[in-house]
């Protein structure tokens, strides 16, 4: 018996259903939005050579046919460049890296909770003879300081963080809106 035949199934109201019902996004549309600004537009590169190879492929490759031969002949342009321009293209490169961190800080933080700030907050704080041990005993102590802290000073860390929360969501559909404007 097919679910479709099933006359308590309407597909009209299923259908509007997962139309309407907002989805989380994947992790493939959250690499993509993070590192093109708009849709369909250029890839924020993070590398000098990136840049280089970007800005100067198409006018290299003209009508060839072996990209492989004209990223070979573009790595020698680049080796040989003056200190001058290739600053310019590491500063290019430096700030589209600081553009994908803020980016991609904007979308972790969408997902902090209480225990993961207090963590965050606390782990720097714990004693080096703790430290020295790793991060597994750092994590235990500090797990055992959050279940001493009590509903007060618990409920402190969960404000703060549906703050910070509250503004990387609007930050995040801040960067996906202007994704989608494009």
């Known amino acids: 018996v097919s679910v479709l035949n099933c006359p308590l199934f309407d597909c009209k109201m299923f259908s509007s259903l997962f139309a309407t019902a907002s989805r989380a996004l994947s992790t493939s549309m959250r690499r993509r939005i993070i590192t093109h600004p708009k849709r369909g537009g250029d890839k924020l590169t993070r590398s000098a050579f990136g840049v280089f190879v970007k800005k100067n492929y198409a006018a290299a490759a003209g009508t060839s046919k072996k990209p ?79 279940k001493a802290l009590g509903k007060a000073g618990k409920a402190t ?26």
């Open 68 to 146: 492989m031969k004209v990223i070979a002949a573009l790595r020698q342009k680049f080796a040989s460049l003056s200190s001058a321009k290739l600053q310019k293209y590491k500063a290019v490169a430096a700030q589209n890296r600081r553009v994908i961190r803020k980016r991609t800080c904007a979308f972790k933080a969408t997902r902090i909770n209480p225990y993961s700030l207090f963590l965050k907050t606390n782990f720097t704080k714990a004693p080096k003879d703790i430290h020295a041990k790793g991060f597994g005993a750092v994590a235990k102590h500090l797990n055992k300081q959050w």
């Open 157 to 182: 860390y969960a404000n703060r963080a549906a703050n910070i929360r509250k503004a990387a969501v609007a930050e995040r559909d801040r960067i996906v809106a202007a994704y989608n404007k494009a």
